[in-house]
């Protein structure tokens, strides 16, 4: 008689070529199962990868509030000229050529108006020091 009834029935003898090929698949297939989970565990990486999400995150609203704040400044410009127009059109005749004499004085006295307004807060400042020191 043979010994078939050593083996069990279906199935067939696997040459050591083949087992060694399938001990290979198995250790690559757990080499890759353990880096998976070191990845996980690694929470300083899994914290700085998180961390860089964020920040770039951050910067893309940093750039949409900055456009957002450009378009804004320009449409309040924009209104404070046209309010700035209107008021011109409705202000008296005189009240405008008084306000553009003033305006061309101060441009053609800039020093002199400098140095008055320089004198006028040292004197303020000389009244405020001397106040403390009466009490």
């Known amino acids: 008689m043979t ?3 050593d083996k069990p029935q279906g199935s067939g003898t696997q040459a050591p070529a083949e087992l060694r090929a399938q001990v290979e698949r198995t250790r690559q297939e757990l080499g ?9 565990a690694d929470v300083k990486a899994r914290a700085q990868e998180k961390a ?16 957002k704040a450009g378009h804004t400044t320009a449409q309040v410009r ?7 127009h209107a008021v ?8 405008r ?6 305006t061309r004085l101060a441009r053609e006295n800039r020093p002199a108006l400098l140095a008055a307004g320089a004198g006028v807060m ?3 400042l000389m009244r405020r020091r001397r106040g403390k020191g009466r009490r």
């Open 3 to 5: 010994r078939s009834h």
């Open 78 to 84: 924009e209104k404070a000229a046209h309010a700035g």
């Open 88 to 95: 011109q059109e409705k202000a008296p005749e005189p009240l």
């Open 32 to 40: 890759e199962t353990v880096e998976a989970l070191a990845d996980k």
């Open 52 to 67: 860089a999400a964020v920040k770039g995150q951050a910067s893309g609203m940093v750039t949409q509030v900055r456009e």
């Open 97 to 102: 050529h008084r306000a553009g004499q003033a």
């Open 122 to 124: 040292a004197l303020v």
